[in-house]
C-alpha cells in the first residue's frame, strides 16, 4: 500500500484449445463481464504457475492438460476500491489445453466458463484491454 494508493499484480491467461473447425478460447463470466481467468500472485509464486493455478481453479481444467506457449503483453490499468485508487498489473500467458477437458468453474468466483470462436470471444470480451490480449494470442 503506497500513500497514493495500493498496487495489485495478477496472472492469468488466453487459454486455448484446437478443433477441427479451428482455435477456441475459454472465457470465464465474472460479475456479468466475460474475460480471461487470472488471479493475484502469492507469495513465493512466480507468475507463470500463478496463470497456471489460477486458470485451472477458475475454469476446473486440469493444469496437467494446460500448458504456457508464449507470453502475452502485460496489461495494465488503474481501478477505485473502497474510495481508494488501486495500480494493477496482469501479466497474461497464452496457454494450451492438451486434448479435451469439461469447464468445472469456481463457481464461487466464477458464474460460467465456455470456449469460444476468436470472432465470437472478441464480442464476448467486457474489457478492451482484454480484447487486445485476445488480439496478440
Known amino acids: 500500500m503506497t500513500a497514493r494508493g495500493r498496487i495489485e499484480v495478477s496472472a492469468g491467461g488466453a487459454v486455448f484449445r484446437r478443433t477441427p473447425e479451428g482455435p477456441e478460447f475459454a472465457l470465464i463470466k465474472a460479475n456479468g463481464r466475460w474475460g480471461f481467468p487470472k488471479g493475484n500472485i502469492e507469495q513465493d509464486e512466480t507468475p507463470e504457475v500463478t496463470a497456471l493455478r489460477e486458470i485451472a481453479e477458475e475454469t476446473g481444467l486440469a493444469i496437467d492438460q494446460l500448458r504456457i506457449v508464449g507470453q502475452l503483453s502485460p496489461v495494465k490499468y488503474a481501478f477505485r476500491s473502497q474510495g481508494a485508487p488501486v495500480y494493477k ?11 479435451d477437458a469439461a469447464f468445472r468453474p469456481q463457481l464461487s468466483e466464477v458464474e460460467e466458463a465456455r470456449w469460444f470462436t476468436p470472432a465470437a470471444a472478441r464480442r464476448a470480451i467486457s474489457f478492451k484491454n482484454s480484447r487486445e490480449t485476445l488480439d496478440h494470442a
Open 89 to 99: 498489473t496482469v501479466h497474461n500467458y497464452l496457454v494450451e489445453l492438451d486434448g
